[in-house]
């Protein structure tokens, strides 16, 4: 019976090697290394060129800082305060808060935030709106 470490270094060995690689099936192309480092660039690109999206917790952070009144008080409508609360604690559109999503946070939030006004408001809004379609 081959020792435990005989037998590891064995499979490891039949690893490296392996099997050889099959052709491709009829009409598959086969790329060259530059054909495929080329498509990685494009990819790395696409990805550069995306819009950034800033964090859940950010933007919570600059409605509590914008939605005061003119003395500087905190004015966050009470039916808002609970979401406001748990977006301070998300980092993207795909995490959860205890049992619920983000999205669904993020759904109630602005449905409870209609009495949010001015242009800090649409824009923040607006930006929430486009965190959830994508």
């Given amino acids: 019976m081959p020792i435990a470490g005989e037998r590891t270094r064995k499979m490891a060995a039949t690893r490296k090697i392996g099997k050889p690689v099959p052709p491709p099936p009829d009409g598959a192309k086969r790329y060259t290394l530059e054909e495929i480092e080329q ?10 060129r995306r819009p950034k999206v800033r964090e859940l917790r950010e933007i919570a952070r600059d409605i509590r800082a914008t939605w005061v009144d003119r003395n500087g008080n905190s004015i966050v409508y009470f ?56």
Avoid: C, H
């Avoid at 602005?110 to 649409?122: E, F, I, K, M």
């Fill in 79 to 134: 039916g808002a305060v609970p979401y406001l609360r748990a977006m301070g604690s998300l980092g993207s559109i795909d995490d959860m808060y205890g049992l619920d999503t983000a999205r669904s946070i993020v759904l109630y939030f602005l449905s409870n935030a209609a009495t949010w006004r001015g242009d800090d408001a649409r824009r923040v809004r607006a930006e929430l709106k486009g965190m959830l379609k994508l």
């Fill in 39 to 48: 498509r990685e660039a494009q990819a790395m690109s696409d990805i550069a």
